[in-house]
């Protein structure tokens, strides 16, 4: 994981590394000039307290024996869209890692899955065909719940103009990722608009992220199973941007946090800030809210 000033920022190995902030540089309100080793204090809220300069950091060797990527696309009926989700979520809470994206599908009723993900071979020694063959082993059983092809020919992502992201601590249950992908699939296929729900995996089992104590840092979602960045962009990716396409974003978030128990604890990623989010302070700071509020 590279971090971003002294936020959260994200990458493939992210769950298995955490953080790597040796010492920051920063400049506070009054002026002064100060250098932190003890950098928990202000990691996820520096923005709000100090101007970061510069960043001291310690690297990881590069795998010994290579890594491994692919991404898989797929237009699917929003059924089995729904079963690659719940097999993803199973995935999720293994050791395993994997990204997916949906966009908008050939045709209504449908959603189009683009999973991404990186197999690092820790091994020394392996030869290229041997870890090949261990990055498909991983993928097998996902893979044979979901029905989806071996690895295909991937894509990129569309430029947009506003990204919003819903953290979720518990796992989705099945009324909820039904309902996103039926939404996805008859108003998002209904609409001229563009856009891809990147579902990332960040913290789950065993993860570094999740390792600091919750009270060490201003972030409040390390315990979060799932970031999903809903990126919603105009037709032809150009200003005016339309104000269907704020209503299309509430609406993708509604289609989960409705069919999610009472009081269901997400929350919000504050790399992306928000001005619509009428509960900002809790769902971008949790319970560290009023501690930041006092500095």
């Known amino acids: 994981m590279v971090e971003r000033g002294i936020t959260l920022g994200m990458g493939f190995r992210a769950k298995d590394m955490g953080g790597h902030i040796l010492l920051v540089t920063v400049v506070l309100a009054n002026g ?22 510069s960043l001291r950091f ?25 079963q690659t989700m719940e097999a993803y979520k199973q995935f999720a809470l293994s050791p395993n890692l994997a990204n997916g994206v949906l966009k908008r599908a050939s045709q209504r009723g449908r959603v189009r899955l683009l999973l991404s993900t990186t197999y690092f071979a820790m091994t020394p020694g392996l030869s ?23 690895p295909g020919t991937g894509t990129t992502l569309v430029t947009g103009s506003y990204i919003n992201m819903l953290g979720a601590e518990v796992p989705l249950t099945d009324e909820a990722m039904g309902a996103m992908m039926e939404y996805l699939g008859t108003v998002g ?5 563009l856009y891809p729900v990147e579902v990332e995996l960040y913290s789950a089992v065993n993860s570094a ?15 979060t199973l799932w970031t999903f960045q809903l990126y ?3 037709p032809n990716s150009l200003l005016p941007y339309p104000e269907e396409g704020f209503v299309f974003m509430d609406g993708i978030v509604r289609s989960i946090v409705d069919n999610m128990p009472p009081g269901w604890g997400y929350g919000a990623y504050p790399n992306y800030i928000d001005d619509c989010l009428g509960d900002w302070q809790h769902r971008y700071y949790g319970p560290h809210y009023p501690r930041l509020k006092a500095l």
């Open 209 to 223: 992220i999740n390792a600091p104590p919750l009270d060490d840092t201003a972030f409040a979602h390390r315990n």
């Open 32 to 53: 002064a000039i100060a250098e932190i080793s003890e950098v928990s204090g202000i990691h996820s809220s520096s923005p709000s307290l100090a101007l970061t300069t």
């Open 128 to 150: 290229e065909e041997e870890v090949e063959a261990r990055f498909h082993e991983t993928l097998k059983g996902f893979l044979d719940v979901t029905v989806l092809p071996e």
């Open 189 to 193: 296929r209904d609409g001229e608009l």
């Open 58 to 82: 310690h690297t990881h060797p590069i795998p010994p024996s290579g890594r491994m990527f692919a991404q898989f696309v797929r237009d699917v009926p929003t059924s089995i869209a729904t």
């Open 232 to 234: 919603v962009s105009s």
